[in-house]
Each structure stands twice: as C-alpha cells, then as structure tokens.
C-alpha cells in the first residue's frame, strides 16, 4: 500500500510538473509496460488520481462559491449602507436649506438687513442655483428653471397610495417649490435620479390632513379637482412639517402675489390694509403670539412714510423707522409683522433709491461737502453706510474736478499753481472733515476714504503737471510749484492725513524729466561756450561789475574768489569756467529745491554729466596747449575748478541732501591725477 | 391617476362626503361623534382634516370618506379647492348662533359655483347643538323654511347627545348612492356631461 500510495505520489508529482509532455509520457509507458495487466493497473492509478483531483476542484469551486456569496452580501449591506447615508444628506441639506430660510426672515441684525436690501438679487440667485442642482436629479423638467423667481422650499420621500383602496402605489420624492408642488418617481436601478411625475400649482391643490385610522398611518392628502393623491410620510414629524410648510408656502404666495398687485397700484391709500384685515390677527393657530399693531402710527406708518418721502422729510422718514425698529425689536415675527415689515421694506428701498439720487455726482455739486450731509447721515441710519461712502465720495470726486475745472488758467504759471493748490487741498480738507463727521461711527469707511484720496491726488497732479511740466518751465518756477504743493500737503497731517508720499509717487516721474531736461541744457551751453574758449583772463571794464561778481560767487558759496581776480576789473579765469560755476550752481540750488529721496539718483547723475565736461574740457584743453603761458593760466582755471568748483557742489549737494556725495568724490580725485601729471596721459588719449 | 380610481374593483364603494358651516359650529365634533362615539369638548380650529370609515349602508358594505373642513374666514380663499373634491356636503350651523345660520347661504352658493357642472348636489342643511335648546336663536320654522326653499332635507342633530348624528351621515350617503347610480345609468346613454361646463341654476 505504502509503494502504491508513493508510486501515486510520483505519478500526481510527474502529472504536476510544467514539463509534463503527454506524447512523451505515453511513448515512454508503452516502452516500459510488458504486459496490459501493468498498463491496466496504470489507468486505475491515473483514474484514481483523476477521481481525486475532481473531488477537491469541487471542494474548491464550493468554497470559493461561498465566499462569493459573503461578499455579494457584504456589497448588499455597503450598498444599503450608502444609500442611507445619501438619504440622510439629502434630509440635512433640506434642514440647512430650511434654517438659512428661517435665518433669513428672523435676522434682524444690521448686517443682514443691509445685505438683504443691497443685493437682494444675489440671495435668489443662491436660491435658484439651490433648485438647480436638486432638479438636475430629475429627469424631464427643466423648463421649471425657466420660472425666474422660483426656488426650492422643501422636499422629501413620500410613498404614494390609493386613495380609494389604500394599495401602496409607489415610492415619490417631492419636491415644493416656492409657487408649485413637483412629484417624481424614483428611476429603479438608479438610486438618487428621478423622474417627473406630476406638477401642481399651489393655488389649485389644497391639503388634507388624514386623520390616524389604521392602516392609514402618517397620511397627507392632496386635492387638485379632480382627483387628489395620498402621500404617506416616513413619520409623525416628518407629516406636520409638510402640512404646516405646504400651508406657509401657499399663504406666503398668496401674501406675495397680494403684494404685487399692491406694489402695481401704489397709489392707493394703503392705511386700512392693517387693521381691514382682521382674520389674519384672528389665525391664532399659526402666531402663537399676537402683536398689537393697532396702535394708531403703526396704522398710519407706511402713509406717513410716503408723505415724509414726498415732502423731503429724510429726517422724519428715518425717525419713524427707527421707532417702528425699536417697538418691534422684542416681538416675535409673527404673520402681521412679516407684512407690516414688507410694506416698511418697499418703502425704505424707495427712501433710499431717493437719497441715492440725492448724492448722485450730477445733481448736488454746490455747496460743498456739506449739502450731502443730510442725505448721508440718513442712508447712514439706514443701515446703508458702505452705499452713502461709496456716493459721498463720488460725489466729492466730481466736485473737486469742477472746482479744478473751472479754475481760470492763468498766464503767471505760479499764480494758478497757488490757486489750484488752494482750491484743491481746502476741499480735500473739508471733505475729510465732513467724512469724519458723517462716519464717525462706521470705521469700516475710513479705507474707502483714504483710497478716494489717493485718486483725488491724481487728479491734482495730472492738473499740476499739465500746467508745469508740459509747458516746458524753468527749473526755479517748477522748484517753486512743487514747493508750494508740498506745503499744502503738509498741512494736511493736522487731520492726521499725510499724503506727501503719495504726491512723491505720483510727481517723481515729471520731475525727473525736468531735470534732465534742464541738465541737457545746461551741457549744450557749456559746450557752447567751449567750442569759443580763448583761454584768456576775464576783463570786466570796471571795478563795479568785478564787484558783482565777487557778490555772486559768494552767494554760489566760493569764498576765496577773491584770489583769482586782478586789480581793478580783471578776473585770473577764463570766462567759461565763471559762467560753468554760475549755471551749475543755479542748477544744484533749484535741484536741492526740488530733492526727496527717489530723486537722488537722478540729480547725481545729473551733477556727474554736467561735471564731466567742464573736466573734461579743461584736461583736454591743458593736454593739447603748447604755449608754457596759457598752460600756467589753464592749470590755473583747473585748480580753481577742482578745489573751489568742485568742493563747493560736494558741500552744498551734502548740506542739502543730508549725505555726502562719494561719487562726486571719486570723480574730483580720479581727475587729479590727470592734472597734477598732464604729460603722462597724452599716451591715453 | 383617474384610471386608478377604477382599477380596483373589489374596493369597497367610497363616498366623500364634506363638512362645510362657519367656525365653531361643531363640524368636528359631528365628525368625532360619527367616527369614534366620542364628544370632544375642547375647540380647536380645524384646518383640514379627512377620516375614512367603513360602514354598512343599507345591507352593503361601503366606506364613507369625511373631509371636515376649517370654518374660519382665512381660509375661504383655497375653500374652493376642498369643495370640489366632495360628492356630498353637510351644511352645518350652530342653532345658537343666527350668524352661522346666515352664513349657510354663502357656504351653498360657494358650493354651486365650484361644482356648477353638476346636478343636483347631495346635500343636508344640519342644524347642530340642539341639546342646548334654552340658548336656540334660530327657530326650527326658519331652517325648516330656507332647506324646502333649496329643495333639501333640515335635520337638527348633537353632537353631545349623539341625536341624529348617524341619521345626517347615512342620509347623506343615500343621496350620494342615488346620485350615482342615475349617473351610470346616464353614462350608458352618452358619454360624460361632467367635463362640460354650464352654468345652470340648480337644487
């Protein structure tokens, strides 16, 4: 038995093996067989073997079968589990639709009132794109997005029965829009998708409340002539909500549609609307407490809200919300006050559509800030401050630019520099001021007001620089423009306002030019005078006009100027390098007028460029002499330009900027060289 | 949904009946007293609420579908609605209140107007609290006189006492049986006048 059970053993492992050949294995068989009792007890072993592998291919095929089937189950339960979970999303979604709902109505903070008014359409919209996607979910009835205004209310699992027999018909989800009750069919096979099955307008259905009869158990019926539809809920609770949200829904069409024809024929008085409609103070069902809006000026409120409206009365009008505000503060929402507050809202949307005219740019131009003041601080009252910012400085903005306007362009550049100044900086001051009073209470606006600024400035420079820098000033006219708007923007820091730095920004641009501009002059004319360099002493005919002279260098700051004149009226330098120091000193003074910090670059490129050729003239100059005589007298010039000249523009460009200059520094010592060894650098030419 | 209506037809025989009368009037209390053999003496309005129950009218089992209506005013707008859903109405007023009784003539006209494509309508002019005789300020002559006048039966009932409580239910449902049975017939000759409209004056 052991043998045979081995000889089985080799004969399953030889079956087994990957390169078992069956042609080779059955010539090798009938090689060694010697009889047909051996090949006989052979197919019994083979056979044998083949009965036991088919036992355990069944065993498995069992097995495996069985743990399909688990998980076939476990998928069932996931898929259960799934859907649940779907379901319960659904239903808070539907709980979060139905608390921003009641958030909405109930908030009475400032914030949302203001949103609510200010951008009314954007909450609809929020509501419209809510019933795009649940309808996306149902197949067939897209043209109910086509309704504007509509948007979804409620919806839910209902099951449908019969309403003769009580047979369960099917499985419904509906969906109650703001002015319709759709019903669809769930698709089978495809949990979440619906299919239209039904739509009802509200105002032709009615609702049935089913009294608990078994086996009618959390039924709602639903009339529309001529038939009607029972829908049961999953429970109790689930019930009322419909019947009571189905019941808010058609009142609340009904009280909107009112509102409209209302709305269509403003004319009529609409005092007695409150008090004419006693049944809905009766509904004492639905508004679990009253709220007394007898009383004689809650009667009359939307009325006199008119009148004040027509008679200019801002004040009044304000005054009568706030009071209708406080007295309701405390009440509950209930159905009359919703209606009462709609009536109010028209209203206020209409007060405020008034003083939005008011404050429009183009209707109270004179009279300064303060002929908006009124109109301000009551859209202010009204909750709309970020609105009445927004014009007020509008406002402002188009009055500045008139009064910029209508400023007489006057031949004297400064003389209209000043006045623009003043006319610009005093309204910029009294609208800061008016600002500071009007919203002293919303910080919030500040921002808005410093951002006005800022292109109120704009504005002032673009007049500015048209006038001062396209009309192509002098250097000392520009100095003296620019020195004037500065110290009107300084006074602007007593309101704590400082826009000096933004005046920089917005000027830097024009004044580089100007600079350059009067640099490229200042060369062209040295350069000019150059090209006619005699080399010669200066004679000035007379004592008086040395003395003037003397006068003017001391002013340019050369003190020991008088070192290089004569006796009488001769001067030891070469009029070129007097009329250089003249001009370039008139320019650095004007420059420093003009200096902030951006502009340093500028000016000591400036500075640099103007230098160099004066140097460069005289190192040449002195290169290419012959004469021992003129040379001595060039030598002469170039130290009188070098230690007086030079030093002079280091000193004043440090005193006025606040730094010393090392490039001017560098440009005076690299030249030196060249001066105090002239012959050594014919060979670098 | 109409062809379900008549898909079952070993369903019992239904009718819908409406209990139509101004507020407080005891509608519901007719319609408790009906369904459950019970008196409830607390009021609170009704909005709309409908009970079905299985009865044996004259030998036959059939079911008697009450839709009891909200009498206040607020609702008279989507009254409408409700009405045209009923085959046979149960005009209540209360005997103590002159008012209610006054009011019965707007309820019928409301009803004629909603259901004016149909002949005679069934309908009962119920005269309710009768138990509290000593407060009666509708005399029966009064009642009596308008229901011969629009051609219908006047029955005083309690809801309290339970008197004459089945008798305005099951008389009604008789009418309503009646009602429909002439209309098979009529169906048999020409086909539905239901769906034409006119405007005739009837009952």
Redesign the interface.
Same mark, same amino acid.
């Given at each position: 038995m052991a043998e045979g059970g081995g000889s089985v053993q080799r004969l399953r492992r030889q079956l087994e093996s990957n390169s078992f050949q069956a042609e080779q294995y059955v010539k090798l068989l009938s090689q060694q067989s010697d009889g047909d009792r051996d090949l006989q007890e052979h197919r019994q072993r083979i056979q044998s073997l083949a009965d036991e592998t088919a036992q355990s291919l069944k065993r498995n095929v069992y097995q495996n079968y069985r743990q399909f089937i688990e998980t076939a189950k476990e998928i069932s339960y996931l898929e259960g589990e799934m859907y649940q979970l779907s379901h319960i999303l659904t239903e808070q979604k539907s709980i979060m639709e139905s608390v921003t709902q009641a958030l909405l109505y109930t908030d009475r903070s400032e914030a949302a009132r203001e949103l609510q008014t200010a951008f009314p359409k954007e909450a609809e919209e929020g509501k419209v794109r809510n019933l795009t996607t649940l309808l996306e979910k149902v197949e067939g009835c897209k043209n109910l997005l086509e309704t504007p205004g509509r948007y979804l209310v409620y919806n839910g699992d209902l099951t449908e029965f $019969? +309403? $003769? *027999?009580m !047979?369960l018909?099917q499985k419904v989800h509906a969906f109650l829009m703001n002015d319709c009750l759709l019903i669809a069919t769930s698709v089978p096979n495809r949990r979440g998708i619906y299919k239209y099955n039904a739509l009802h307008n509200l105002d $032709? =259905? !009615? +609702?049935? *409340? +089913?009294?608990e *009869?078994p086996p @009618?158990k959390d039924m709602f019926?639903i =009339? @529309? /002539?001529? #038939?009607?539809?029972i829908f049961q809920a999953e429970n109790a609770k689930i019930k009322k909500e419909w019947?009571e949200i189905l019941?808010q829904t058609?009142k609340n069409k !009904?009280l909107n549609e009112k509102q409209k024809q209302e709305e269509t024929t403003p004319q009529l008085p609409v005092v007695p609307e409150i008090p004419a409609n006693p /049944?809905?103070d #009766? $509904?004492?069902?639905f508004d679990e407490v009253e709220v007394d809006l007898t009383i004689d000026w809650i009667q009359e409120l939307p009325e006199d809200l008119d009148v004040c409206i027509a008679q200019r009365n801002f004040e009044g009008a304000v005054d009568l919300l706030d009071k209708l505000n406080s007295y309701l503060e405390d009440k509950p929402l209930t159905h009359p006050v919703k209606e009462l507050k709609s009536k109010v809202d028209e209203r206020v949307r209409q007060l405020t559509d008034v003083l939005v005219f008011e404050l429009s740019p183009d209707r109270s131009l004179r009279g300064g800030p303060k002929a908006t003041r009124r109109a301000v601080s009551q859209l202010v009252r009204l909750g709309q401050s970020t609105k009445a910012c927004e014009l007020f400085l509008k406002n402002q903005a188009a009055a500045v630019q008139t009064a910029i306007r209508q400023l007489r362009i006057e031949g004297a550049t400064l003389l209209y520099i000043h006045k623009l100044c003043n006319v610009f900086f005093t309204s910029l001051l009294e609208t800061a001021k008016e600002f500071e009073m009007d919203f002293a209470e919303n910080h919030g606006c500040y921002s808005a007001f410093i951002v006005w600024s800022r292109l109120a400035l704009k504005m002032f420079v673009d007049a500015f620089s048209k006038q001062v820098f396209d009309s192509k000033e002098s250097l000392s006219t520009v100095a003296e423009c620019v020195k004037v708007a500065k110290e009107h923007c300084k006074q602007l820091s007593e309101i704590g306002l400082d826009l000096t730095f933004i005046l920089h920004t917005l000027l830097v641009k024009d004044i580089k030019a100007a600079l350059q501009s009067y640099k490229d002059i200042v060369i062209e004319a040295t350069k000019h005078r150059n090209s006619e360099e005699m080399w010669r002493r200066m004679n000035l005919m007379t004592p008086e006009v040395l003395g003037k002279l003397r006068e003017e260098m001391r002013n340019c700051g050369i003190n020991n100027f008088d070192q290089y004149t004569g006796d009488d009226c001769w001067v030891n330098i070469s009029y070129t390098i007097v009329a250089f120091t003249k001009q370039t000193m008139a320019f650095l003074e004007e420059a420093l007028k003009l200096y902030f910090p951006e502009l340093h670059m500028v000016l000591l490129e400036c500075l640099m460029e103007i230098i160099l050729v004066a140097i460069q003239h005289v190192d040449y100059s002195l290169r290419c002499e012959q004469e021992s005589e003129k040379k001595a007298f060039i030598r002469q010039n170039a130290s009188f330009l070098y230690e007086n000249v030079l030093v002079v523009v280091e000193k004043r460009f440090e005193e006025g900027v606040g730094k010393p200059a090392k490039q001017l520094q560098e440009l005076r010592n690299s030249s030196r060289l060249v001066r105090v060894n002239p012959e050594s650098t014919t060979s670098v030419v | 949904m109409a062809a379900n209506k008549n898909k079952n037809q070993s369903s019992l025989v239904l009718h819908k009946v409406i209990m139509v009368g101004s507020g407080g009037v005891g509608k519901s209390a007719l319609t408790l007293q009906f369904m459950y053999d019970e008196f409830v003496e607390d009021y609170e309005p009704t909005k709309a609420d409908s009970y079905r129950k299985k009865v044996v009218l004259d030998g036959e089992e059939v079911q008697i579908d009450i839709l009891d209506t909200a009498g206040q005013e607020d609702y008279a707008a989507i009254r409408d609605n409700y009405f045209r859903s009923g085959e046979g109405f149960l005009l209540v007023f209360s005997i103590t209140e002159h008012e209610s009784f006054t009011a019965t003539a707007e309820f019928r006209e409301q009803i004629l107007r909603v259901k004016a494509e149909e002949d005679k309508i069934p309908l009962l002019v119920v005269g309710n609290k009768s138990d509290l005789e000593d407060r009666r300020q509708v005399p029966m002559d009064e009642a009596r006189g308008k229901a011969e006048e629009w051609g219908v039966q006047y029955v005083e009932t309690s809801a309290k006492t339970r008197a004459n409580v089945d008798k305005v239910f099951f008389d009604l449902m008789r009418e309503v049986r009646t009602k429909k049975m002439s209309e098979n017939k009529d169906k048999n000759g020409k086909k539905s006048g239901k769906s034409k409209k006119g405007f005739k004056q009837r009952c």
């Open positions: $019969d +309403v $003769d *027999n !047979a018909i $032709d =259905l !009615a +609702v049935v *409340n +089913v009294k *009869n @009618m019926k =009339l @529309m /002539f001529p #038939e009607s539809r019947l019941e058609k !009904a /049944f809905i #009766e $509904d004492g069902t | -």
